[in-house]
């Protein structure tokens, strides 16, 4: 009996080892497809927030820019051109947007991701020129 006894321990603790193995290798491959998705969506992720700032930005323009807008300041303090409010609010919106169509396009997402944050600039700016002049 106890050989019999011994053998059937060592079957258990044998039989729990590989159910533990095996519960480890499905937690091992869940991860490792999440990871491989989130990899894979990556592109889409970093680009929702930047996609809302612009949106947001671009709204407020809308508000707050007069009828026509002023760009290119010179010297004196005059604008050389004038652009509707429109155009103004949509033109760096667009900018903004291309670059991350390019991003989403692209297998390296980190160059146009950041070349859309600083497109991100451009309706402050236009709105800063323009308010500080006025």
Not at 87 to 109: E, G, H, N, Q, R
């Amino acid at each position: 009996m106890g050989k019999l006894s011994q053998w059937w321990k060592q079957f258990k603790e044998k039989e729990a080892t590989q159910k533990v193995i095996a519960f480890f290798k499905k937690v091992g491959f869940v991860l490792k497809l999440t990871f491989k998705w989130a990899y894979k969506l990556r592109s889409l992720v970093m680009s929702i927030p930047v996609f809302v700032c612009a949106g947001a930005l671009a709204i407020r323009n809308a508000r707050l820019l007069p009828d026509m807008v002023g760009v290119n300041i010179l010297a004196n303090g005059e604008y050389q051109w004038f652009i509707s409010r429109g155009a103004a609010v949509l033109i760096p919106f667009a900018v903004t947007t291309v670059c991350l169509l390019l991003m989403l396009i692209s297998k390296k997402t980190l160059y146009p991701w950041l070349i859309s944050l600083f497109s991100l600039v451009l309706p402050l700016v236009v709105w800063l020129t323009n308010s500080l002049s006025m």
